[in-house]
Nanobody
């Protein structure tokens, strides 16, 4: 089993930055890909960014490309999402996902999820 816990969310003004963290515990060595997704009330969870461990490639949603950066510290079993130049439309609950299978924009059914962390951007 794999457990994920996100942290780093909060309330910031537009244009500012936040860094989210996702700590992986349990069978962390079974993970092949990690990603960040976000969700607002009444909407489906949407892809934000993915990091594939095998080929060390990253993928981003068009809405965050150039502003957000996904990274991983293997020694700490932690994934990060650096979010710069935040906008009010980035307001959402952000979820971390970890999967034993490689994925790009859609986490497979085998993926593990954290409980989420709220990010609120004021204008």
């Amino acid at each position: 089993q794999v457990q994920l816990v996100e942290s780093g969310g909060g309330l910031v003004q537009s244009g500012n930055s936040l860094r989210l963290s996702c700590v992986v515990s349990g069978r962390a060595n079974s993970i092949e890909a990690m990603g960040w997704f976000r969700q607002t009330p009444g909407k489906e969870r949407e892809f934000v960014a993915t990091f594939n461990l095998r080929d060390v490639r990253t993928y981003y949603a068009d809405s965050v490309k150039g502003r957000f950066t996904i990274a991983r510290d293997s020694a700490k079993n932690t994934a990060y999402l650096q979010m710069n130049d935040l906008k009010p439309e980035d307001t959402a609950v952000y979820f971390c996902a970890a999967s034993p299978k490689v994925f790009i924009t859609r986490a497979p059914a085998e993926a593990y999820w954290g409980p989420g962390t709220q990010v609120t951007v004021s204008s």
